[in-house]
């Protein structure tokens, strides 16, 4: 057991993942973070201008979307 790494981290993509308590969650999760991670690549925010490791589709970090959902002007 206890072969699969630790789910939690920080994600420019979509911020900090949980761990979660199922072992099938778990295994779908990390391989849904190894697929994120493939399909990633280093760019700067459009909005904030900072360096992240992004998904191709996405031009906006994990913070400034959170921003934006919580309505925050810019
Ligand atoms: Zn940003």
């Known amino acids: 057991?206890?072969?699969i790494p630790y789910l939690g981290y920080d994600d420019?993509?979509?911020g900090q993942w949980d761990e979660?308590?199922?072992e099938e969650d778990r295994?779908?999760?990390?391989?849904?973070r190894e697929q994120v991670q493939k399909d990633s690549?280093?760019?700067t925010c459009v909005l904030c201008d900072?360096?992240?490791?992004?998904?191709r589709s996405y031009d906006k970090?994990?913070?400034c979307m959170e921003k934006?959902?919580?309505g925050m002007e810019w």
Not at 27 to 32: A, Q, S, V
Not at 50 to 55: A, S
């Open 50 to 55: 900072r360096e992240v490791f992004l998904r």
């Open 27 to 32: 295994i779908e999760k990390l391989k849904f």
């Open 1 to 3: 057991m206890n072969k």
């Open 12 to 14: 420019d993509n979509y």
């Open 61 to 63: 970090c994990n913070s």
């Open 41 to 43: 690549e280093y760019k």
């Open 68 to 70: 934006l959902e919580r």
């Open 20 to 22: 979660p308590e199922d």
